[in-house]
């Protein structure tokens, strides 16, 4: 499986910006749990949002719920994530990934895309 993300970028303080990632080498992707996480300098990566097609549900870190949104659309293997009002601290790289659910609570990333650069100035 592999996963190509897109549509990072350099935007001001209250700007948007959308980023895709397509998935490849999956026959199942409508049944994929898929997630974004970011890593921004010195920090550990951060899983933002996690949707699960088995359990039917989305959920957001708090850090980025009501500004990011997350959607998938099976036709194309891709899922996306649109963030509205970015803040300076959303700069990071920013990381699609296919998940697991581990332990029964702990979302873990699978197969990874390669990260894409998110830059918000002040």
């Known amino acids: 499986v592999q996963l190509q993300a897109s549509g990072g970028g350099l935007v001001q303080a209250g700007g948007s910006l959308r980023l895709s990632c397509t998935v490849s080498?999956?026959?199942?992707?409508?049944?994929?749990?898929l997630g974004w996480f970011r890593q921004a300098p010195g920090k550990e990566r951060e899983l933002l949002v996690a949707?699960?097609?088995?359990?039917?549900?989305?959920t957001y870190a708090d850090s980025v719920k009501g500004r990011f949104t997350i959607s998938r659309d099976n036709a194309k293997n891709t899922v996306s994530l649109q963030m509205n009002s970015l803040k300076p601290e959303d700069t990071a790289i920013y990381y699609c990934?296919?998940?697991?659910?581990?332990?029964?609570?702990?979302?873990?990333?699978?197969?990874w895309g390669q990260g894409t650069q998110v830059t918000v100035s002040s």
């Open positions: 990934a296919t998940l697991r659910l581990r332990g029964g609570s702990t979302w873990e990333g699978v197969y």
């Open positions: 080498g999956s026959s199942t992707f409508g049944t994929l749990s």
């Open positions: 949707t699960s097609w088995a359990a039917g549900i989305t």
